[in-house]
């Protein structure tokens, strides 16, 4: 019994330890002291802007800045803008506005005027830290895939007198711009149109005809009114090539392809002709005169090079505004959609595709702009972004300005080169409009980066009278000359 009693006082002792060995295992709850923002986005809101809740925000917890590296469209309303934000568990999280100040915490639904940035305090649940931030929702102060054209501000074309003719050239990384000035042929070189002309008189031993211009890797060819071609390196030199021919397509591989004549039939040659060749003739709706500068490119989807021009005149005289392409063997129509013109100018540049969830992307975008039909001088303006399958009259935010009349057989050269002030002196207002004001309210690049950038040069181009005009202009898609996204 004694033994048994001894048992029990045990057993009765190590029940009364137990709760006070529980009480020694408990954690000790500590208060956060996190003031840290995990993640800050607006609500979405259709009536604000399609897919308002894919913006995204950059936390910089350093510096306390909340903020959309990418801007919201221009116009876009911001002034009554609901938020989700998220903490590390804090006490509370004080939004000042103009009005008053009040915890998001309680009042998550409330929305918000972000006209201006807004201060925000997040406090810790211990009480001891406290941290500033300030939120910005950034709104574009101008259409930032608008295609700008320098507010009405144009510069002319290298040297002085009157401008009868002329047509520009890129070739062995120089620009030559070539001009028939007061009854005087005249060359301008430079590596860009900002840097100042080198300008040469020259004395062609032939009466040339600018328009037919076209280049290959190793020299620049041009034909007389009476059909020659002649070649030069330096564009001040040249020599007949022995070769006559009624039109010159372009540079394709190093071969130039032309067009003969013989007895009212076209036909399709090339220069040097390869051994063996035969001139093909050409389709009754191909172009003889008139059509684009030739693109080459090549294409993702085709192992050969493609080689396409834009309109022009066929044999008969008609007007074609058809896409034709070449892959080396064969010419064939592939868009037919553009209106009929000639002397459009064709070139390759880019613009920017916005997805639902705010992701600016880069395409590779074909250009048609301007021309000349029957009766008008054209300034309308037409994009392929694949490579031309499809085309469509551009939006309003491509489109050629009011104040840039329409033109045929205008030069378009793409230079890639620094950012470009709006007030660059060489750039002159045209005198009969005021230069609009607001254009310099997107933040630029500084000059210390020297970013490169491609700009749009227009040289000079033909009224529907025949009329050449004395001008450069200077575009770029606005969105170019934004600061790089962080």
Known sequence: MTRYFKYICLLLAAVCILPSCKDDDKEEIIASDSVRI????????????????????????????????????????????????????????????????????????????????????????????????????????????????????????????????????????????FMLRNGEYTLATAATPSEEWNITTISFPFTPDLLTMRCTDTAMYMLDTEGNMHSSVDGITWENTGAAYAAIIGNFGGTLLTLTQDGGTYYHDKYPRPEGFTPQPVASDFPVSGFSEMLTYNSPWLTAPQGMIVGGRTASGELTGAMWGYDGTTWAILNNSITQREGAAFFQYVTFFVDDNWVTSEKITWFVIGGLNETTALSDVWTSNNYGVTWQRAGSELQIPGYILGRGYASVIVCDEPIKSSDDPTWRPLDTYPIPQGYRSEPMYSKVEERLVPYIYMFGGEGISGTTYDQVWRGIINRLRFEPIP
């Open 38 to 177: 995990t993640s800050f986005s607006l609500a979405a809101d259709t009536t604000i802007l399609d897919n308002l809740e894919n913006v995204f925000f950059t936390i910089d917890l350093e510096k306390g800045l909340i903020y959309n590296a990418d801007s919201l469209p221009k116009g876009t309303k911001v002034t009554k803008l609901k938020i989700e934000l998220k903490t590390d568990d804090a006490a509370y999280v004080n939004i000042k506005t103009v009005d008053s100040t009040y915890n998001y915490l309680t009042y998550s639904k409330n929305a918000i005027d972000f006209t201006n940035p807004v201060d925000v305090e997040v406090g810790s649940k211990s009480g001891l830290y406290k941290k500033k931030y300030k939120i910005t929702v950034n709104v574009h102060q101008i259409e930032s895939d608008r295609l700008f054209w320098g507010g009405m501000q144009y510069s002319y074309l290298p040297g002085k007198g009157a401008i009868t003719k002329q047509h520009t050239v890129h070739f062995n990384g120089l620009i030559y711009c």
